[in-house]
């Protein structure tokens, strides 16, 4: 890669790295890393004229230790008044994220919003923040390889980097180490980077985090990834023809939600993708034959991630198609008899005190509209708790520190990342992702939209809009 010197007002940036195999606006991004001054406002002057996005760069002969000029203007920080009111631009951007309600957006580097909308919805869960603070920049395992320790980091740091900005945020470094681990989602097609599936990106990244984050200890693996995310399901295989059946156990990350013309509901598709049949060796009859699985989730995740299965191969176009059917799916999501019958035993008192603490809070609002006296109140706060204490300490909102949070099987919608078009190797990918404060963003890539609740169910399908593609839930626990 060239080494080239860029001169910008009285500054002079001596050794910038141009990645040839890269759109120039990706050196642009670079440059607003360094200056401060957007892509769209830098005019970059070289032999043969002005740089432009989509210039070929063989074409433009740049040699080593060329001297580059930039024009432009840096987003202006705006100095707070002596006295009087502090307006949010005064602010430092940390305390502007905190007032804006959210984080930043994400440049889009050349068809990356397959990887933008992945990490604005992986950077939802709180959890996984945290554990990537904790990981150590030299790494955690000796048998790690260096491209995952490396992915790690680079996700570490573009959390960061969103916590701490409103202004857009160029993720090259992540892009360039993603690419480096992945090659797939370096692919070029005339010169430019190709759109990748963004179901593809969220697994491969989840998984490098599954092998970073995993700290062995004397007793057992804690796997932090697996705790978030991992579901386990226990699967009857059953051939009738033989009558052979087995039971089976495994881990992923995600439901598939297969669609069909008889689908038209979530939990519907849900079930579909929890039965399948497949074609295995039989030992009793010496060859091959049809075996039909049956699957049960019997262990839960902190966050329930959901694939909507609308893409399949077409040889006819030699290319994925997609399937536009509207498949509505709810804010509220109970996923209790997908359950197996040990887990559904495991289930049953949480999800009574979870029935009785809605209850309670649904009776609190009443009364609050009534005229009954307070007192009657408390007696029944009382009655219920079977003690003289108030009830208020079993609000989700006053968790005592020493009891543990049970999952209860109903999960709560927090994220969704959506495809718009017809393939899943173009088109255009949005994460719509819930805040702390519960407001809803639409983040298209550098340009964070604040959306109603009541829409986001409405990206279900049947057109050529925005339709969901991934959903992920968070579980609504209760103190035990």
Not at 139 to 145: H, V
Not at 447 to 452: E, H, L, M, S
């Amino acid at each position: 890669m060239p080494t080239v010197s860029v001169k910008w007002q009285k500054e002079l940036y001596p050794a910038v790295e141009i990645d040839t195999t890269q759109p120039p606006y990706v050196f642009k991004c670079q440059l607003y890393d360094l200056t401060g001054v957007p892509p769209e406002r830098q005019k970059i002057v070289m032999k043969g004229g002005l740089l432009k996005d989509d210039s070929d760069w063989s074409k433009l002969g740049v040699k080593e230790g060329q001297k580059l000029m930039m024009m432009g203007t840096a987003d202006e920080i705006v100095k707070a008044p002596e006295k009087g009111p502090v307006f949010m631009e005064d602010l430092p951007e940390e305390e502007q994220v905190v007032a804006v309600g959210h984080s930043a957006g994400l440049f889009n580097l050349g068809n990356t919003c397959y990887m933008n909308s992945t990490m604005q919805c992986l950077h939802s869960v709180p959890e996984l923040k945290s554990a990537l603070i904790e990981y150590p920049q030299s790494g955690r395992s000796n048998d790690l390889d260096q491209s995952s320790h490396l992915l790690t980091v680079a996700t570490r740091d573009l959390f960061s980097e969103l916590d701490k900005n409103v202004k857009p945020v160029a993720p090259m470094q992540f892009w360039m180490v993603l690419r480096k681990k992945y090659p797939q989602f370096g692919q070029l097609h005339n010169g430019s980077f190709m759109q990748q599936d963004a179901e593809e990106c969220w697994t491969q990244i989840l998984y490098t985090l599954s092998q970073a984050l995993r700290s062995p200890n004397s007793s057992q693996i804690n796997d932090t990834v697996k705790a978030l995310f991992g579901i386990d399901l226990v699967s009857r295989v059953h051939c009738a023809e033989s009558g052979e059946e087995s039971l089976e156990t495994e881990s992923v990350y995600s439901l598939k939600c297969h669609i069909s013309h008889e689908v038209n509901h979530l939990h519907e598709g849900l079930k579909h993708g929890l039965k399948s049949e497949l074609e295995k060796a039989s030992p009793s009859l010496g060859r091959s034959a049809v075996y039909l699985k049956d699957s049960h989730i019997n262990g839960l995740p902190k966050y329930l991630t959901i694939q909507f299965v609308r893409f399949f191969w077409k040889r006819e176009s030699n290319q994925k198609a997609k399937i536009l059917r509207k498949v509505d799916y709810p804010l509220e999501l109970d996923i209790f008899d997908l359950c197996s019958d040990d887990l559904r035993k495991q289930l049953e008192v949480p999800r009574k005190m979870l029935r009785d603490e809605d209850g309670r809070k649904a009776g609190l609002k009443l009364k609050e509209k009534s005229s009954a006296p307070v007192d009657n109140d408390v007696k029944m706060s009382d009655a219920e708790n079977g003690s003289g204490e108030s009830s208020k300490a079993t609000s989700g909102e006053a968790v005592v520190s020493d009891k543990k949070a049970q999952l209860t099987g109903v999960y709560d919608l927090v994220a969704v990342l959506t495809h718009k078009g017809r393939s899943a190797d173009s088109g255009h990918y949005v994460a719509w992702v819930k805040q702390e404060n519960g407001k809803w963003i639409q983040f298209d890539d550098d340009n964070p939209i604040p959306q109603r609740e009541e829409d986001i169910t409405k990206l279900s399908g049947g057109g050529d809009w925005h339709m969901a593609y991934i959903c992920m839930y968070k579980a609504r626990t209760i103190p035990m």
